[in-house]
C-alpha cells in the first residue's frame, strides 16, 4: 500500500512557520500555529508530522536539500575541478539558508540533541551524497563512504562556523571552508603516493615465508 503524500502540506506549513521559528524554535506550538494560517485540517498535520516541531525541522532541512540539488543540476559542474566542485557544493547548501539562518540555527540545535542522533545523521548522510553525486562521483566501493565521511566532516564543522559567522558575506566562513578542502586533498595525494610506493614494495608476508624456510 502507497504511503499518502503530504509534500503539499508540509510546504504550506512550513512555508507559514518560517517567520515564527526564529523566535519560537521548531516546536509543536509552532506547528500547530503554522497550520491554521495555512488552513490544514489538524488530522492531516498529525499525519504529515506525526512527531511535531521535530518533524518540523527535518521538513526545513529536507526543503533546503530539495533546492540545493536544483540549483547543482542547473550548475556547470562538469566545467570545474572536483576541489571546486565540493567547495561550490558546500556553499550553495550553505547560501541556500542565508534567509533563514536563525531558523537553521534552531535546527542545528534541536538535531544535535542525542535523541535525534539518527534523524540527524541520515539528514547530513543525504546532503553530502547530493554533493557528491552533483560534483560526478560514481563510486561504489570503499571509496563510496570514505568519500562522504569525509565531506561529512568539513560540512559539519563548516555549518558551524558559518552558524557563527559575522563577517562580512561569510567570508570567514568561505576561507574556512577553502582551508578544509585543500587539507583534504593534500590528504587524499599522501595517500595516493604511498599506494604508489606499497606497490612497489616487496610483500611482506612473502619475504617472512623466504626467511623462514632458509638455512
Same mark, same amino acid.
Given at each position: 500500500m502507497q504511503k499518502p503524500d503530504?509534500?503539499?502540506? $508540509?510546504?504550506?506549513?512550513?512555508?507559514?512557520?518560517? !517567520?515564527?521559528? !526564529?523566535?519560537?524554535?521548531? $516546536?509543536?506550538?509552532?506547528l500547530?500555529?503554522?497550520?491554521?494560517?495555512?488552513?490544514?485540517?489538524?488530522?492531516?498535520?498529525?499525519?504529515?508530522? !506525526?512527531?511535531?516541531g521535530l518533524d518540523l525541522a527535518v521538513a526545513f532541512?529536507?526543503?533546503? &536539500?530539495?533546492?540545493?540539488?536544483?540549483?547543482?543540476?542547473?550548475?556547470a559542474l562538469s566545467d570545474m575541478k572536483i576541489r571546486d566542485r565540493i567547495t561550490?557544493?558546500?556553499?550553495?547548501?550553505l547560501e541556500i539558508d542565508t534567509a533563514h539562518k536563525e531558523a537553521a540555527?534552531?535546527?542545528? &540545535?534541536?538535531l544535535a540533541l542525542p535523541p535525534h542522533a539518527v534523524d540527524a545523521t541520515k539528514l547530513l548522510s543525504a546532503t553530502v551524497d547530493a554533493m557528491w553525486?552533483?560534483?560526478?562521483?560514481?563510486? $561504489?566501493?570503499?571509496n563510496f563512504y570514505s568519500k562522504r565521511a569525509i565531506l561529512a566532516a568539513?560540512?559539519?564543522? $563548516?555549518?558551524?562556523?558559518?552558524? &557563527?559567522?559575522?563577517s562580512e558575506n561569510h567570508d570567514k566562513t568561505w576561507a574556512f571552508l577553502d582551508n578544509r578542502i585543500a587539507n583534504v586533498m593534500e590528504f587524499e595525494k599522501a595517500k595516493a603516493k604511498w599506494r604508489d610506493v606499497k606497490e612497489k614494495l616487496p610483500d611482506p608476508l612473502a619475504l617472512l615465508s623466504?626467511?623462514?624456510y632458509r638455512g
Open positions: 503530504y509534500a503539499k502540506e $508540509t510546504e504550506a506549513i512550513l512555508s507559514a512557520a518560517l !517567520p515564527d521559528i !526564529p523566535f519560537d524554535g521548531f $516546536t509543536d506550538a509552532t500547530k500555529l503554522a497550520a491554521e494560517k495555512a488552513g490544514i485540517d489538524p488530522m492531516q498535520v498529525k499525519l504529515a508530522f !506525526p512527531r511535531g532541512i529536507k526543503a533546503g &536539500n530539495a533546492q540545493m540539488k536544483a540549483d547543482l543540476d542547473r550548475a561550490y557544493c558546500v556553499r550553495t547548501r540555527r534552531r535546527a542545528f &540545535n534541536l553525486r552533483a560534483a560526478g562521483d560514481t563510486s $561504489t566501493d570503499g568539513v560540512y559539519g564543522a $563548516t555549518r558551524l562556523v558559518w552558524l &557563527n559567522d559575522d623466504r626467511l623462514r
